[in-house]
């Protein structure tokens, strides 16, 4: 039961996820979350060293494509310029949206990771997806109530997943 809640493994950020070893694991695109993830809640557009990440990406032949549960005028300026599939307002934990990118990109489940910050949403998403789900440490987390209370129901899964890893 908690193994859809536990992600296939957790990066210090998402420069740790390399080109190389996602083709090395037959990983031919990645379905990205984009609050606190790739950038934080103030950053509109792609920073410079993210817009070269997805360059690299791109260049060794992984796909992307973006899907968050943020407002579409959000994902919209951020995506804008990119030529991804993208969706707002996804639902996650809803698979549909994943699929739904991974129809666009005409790759399965088997080849597709999906890559966020939150356990509940981009996590649970991609594992009921039957996706490999990465796990990024949130970059700049909002301190509200709810935010707070949500990484503290995290803690005793992401110390499941470290127990079972040895780390």
Request: charged share 25%.
């Amino acid at each position: 039961m908690f193994g859809k809640l536990l992600p296939t493994h957790i990066y210090k950020d998402i420069y740790e996820i390399t080109p190389k070893a996602l083709c090395e694991a037959g990983i031919a695109a990645l379905i990205l979350d984009i609050d606190n993830t790739l950038v934080t809640y103030d950053d509109p557009k792609p920073t410079e060293s993210v817009a070269a990440w997805l360059d690299d990406m791109h260049d060794a032949g992984i796909q992307t494509a973006f899907v968050s549960n943020n407002h579409a005028p959000r994902v919209e300026e951020f995506c804008d310029g990119l030529g991804c599939y993208f969706h707002a307002k996804a639902g996650k934990p809803s698979r549909k949206y994943l699929r739904e990118a991974m129809a666009h990109m005409g790759t399965t489940e088997k080849n597709t990771a999906c890559v966020g910050d939150q356990l509940f949403t981009d996590v649970w998403a991609g594992k009921r997806a039957g996706m490999r789900a990465f796990l990024v440490p949130p970059i700049k987390d909002k301190r509200t109530l709810f935010f707070r209370a949500k990484r503290l129901l995290e803690k005793p899964f992401l110390r499941l997943y470290y127990k079972r890893k040895g780390s």
